[in-house]
């Protein structure tokens, strides 16, 4: 299919469908990251008491009810614009207004946190370079990459997820070896509840762990750029995906929980490394180190970028953002003026954040479990309410147990991050009550 032809109404400056249900399915991959618990789970063994595997299952099973509301929303709600789109054809304008607004503090500030991320690892192996550069470099470079069309970034993508499942299989690989040789228990039972584990810790650790699994949701927004015979095959990547990533997440902390029993971490965001370094080989920590760090800046990064953008540029074409971010690059067909944006407010958050990642972290996730809960209340309003479905498993109880799930998640959370993103939610309100005091109103929302 030429690039031409592939065009959405056949004239420039529009978003391309160039994209096939398993460039989505990569694309979520790389989003999440196979590697992704490296960063987290020393975090959610402290506070889980040492229950980091349970924890990272209850988060994959968490979202797995909200998964089922993505796909169920995606059969249906046409054009990108993830949960904004499903509350906005569910629930009015001004519900997805403000489900736009809160998972845009999900995609604004993932990318931060990834800049940061990168900026802790290479410092581990440049100490004479400071993490406020790294996360220049970063940032650069992924504004760069997504410059060049979307196709582009699925190629690029392919590439990348490769060398993060070798790189998985390495550690793994190298870390049971060494667990076998010096007689370590592996897959004990002791590392899913621990005389320190509670019900409460447990919950706060899976708070956390979900920031492990974000971005299952992000291959919605690639809707209005997936090849117009397989768009109804959108909600089953988005399944396949967090399914794949569940499995490799809980199976990896499961061995490295066995591997940290009774250590002492000196700094958790740096417990792969400490842990390796120690139990398994110092040659390996480098290894791990310095792989996590290129993946964040050339796999993870990159479509997290697109997730934005792809948001910011829906929102503005509905007149709900400022018009100058709905422009489309007229030869490569991206949302040049939301990526540079995106980018903008993703560098203004990592440089002061530089030093607090588990607080950056805990304000990722309280937009993402709001848009979450949106995206299930959508389900019932738009099949239960508006169309009275029959199906109740799936269009009530599934949506609703999610949003039980979601709520007891969220009563967990940071008082920082219910300050930020309560007060990032007031903002949203004083925004649309402007928009709606204006007259600024969105077209029927696109179903079908």
Request: one cysteine or more; a positive charge; aromatic letters at 10%.
């Amino acid at each position: 299919m030429s690039q031409e032809n592939a065009m959405l109404g056949n004239g420039a400056g529009r978003l391309l469908r160039v994209l096939t249900y398993w460039d989505l399915v990569v694309y979520g991959l790389a989003y999440i990251s196979p590697l992704g618990p490296f960063s987290t789970w020393g975090f959610a063994l402290a506070l889980s008491g040492g229950a980091a595997p349970l924890a990272f299952a209850l988060g994959a099973a968490a979202l797995l009810f909200t998964a089922i509301s993505y796909a169920s929303m995606a059969k249906e709600v046409a054009g990108s614009g993830s949960a904004f789109g499903y509350a906005r054809a569910a629930m009015g304008d001004m519900i997805g207004f403000l489900t736009g607004w809160m998972v845009l503090l999900d995609y604004l500030l993932l990318p931060a946190l990834m800049y940061v991320l990168f900026g802790i690892g290479m410092s581990l192996i440049v100490p004479d370079v400071p993490r406020w550069a790294w996360i220049l470099v970063m940032a650069a470079y992924n504004i760069g990459v997504n410059w060049f069309g979307v196709k582009n970034g699925a190629r690029f993508n392919t590439a990348t997820l490769v060398g993060q499942f070798l790189t998985l299989a390495l550690v793994i690989g190298w870390t049971l070896h060494a667990m076998h040789t010096h007689r370590l228990p592996v897959f004990t039972a002791g590392a899913w509840w621990g005389p320190a584990s509670s019900g409460q810790g447990v919950l706060a650790a899976t708070s956390l762990c979900l920031m492990s699994y974000l971005g299952f949701d992000a291959i919605t927004t690639l809707t209005g750029e997936v090849r117009s015979e397989q768009r109804h095959l959108v909600g089953r990547a988005v399944l396949t995906t967090l399914a794949a990533i569940a499995v490799l997440a809980v199976m990896q902390v499961w061995i490295f929980a066995d591997l940290a029993a009774g250590f002492e971490f000196k700094d958790l965001a740096t417990a792969s490394f400490e842990a390796f370094a120690a139990r398994v080989d110092p040659a390996l920590a480098q290894i791990v180190t310095l792989a996590m760090s290129l993946t964040l800046a050339f796999s993870i990064s990159p479509p997290m970028v697109v997730a934005v953008s792809r948001v910011l540029h829906s929102m503005a074409s509905h007149r709900q953002m400022p018009a100058f971010l709905g422009h489309l690059h007229p030869r490569y067909g991206v949302p040049d003026r939301a990526i540079l944006a995106s980018g903008a407010l993703s560098i203004a958050v990592a440089l002061p954040f530089a030093d607090h990642f588990d607080t950056l972290t805990s304000m990722v996730n309280f937009g993402a479990i709001l848009a979450f809960i949106a995206v299930n209340a959508s389900v019932i309003a738009y099949y239960r309410i508006r169309r009275g479905s029959p199906r109740l498993f799936v269009h009530l109880i599934l949506p609703l147990i999610g949003i039980v799930i979601l709520l007891m998640v969220l009563t967990q959370m940071s008082r920082v991050a219910l300050a930020v993103g309560g007060a990032w939610m007031l903002v949203g309100l004083v925004v649309a009550a402007l928009l709606r005091a204006r007259g600024t109103g969105l077209s029927s929302a696109e179903v079908g």
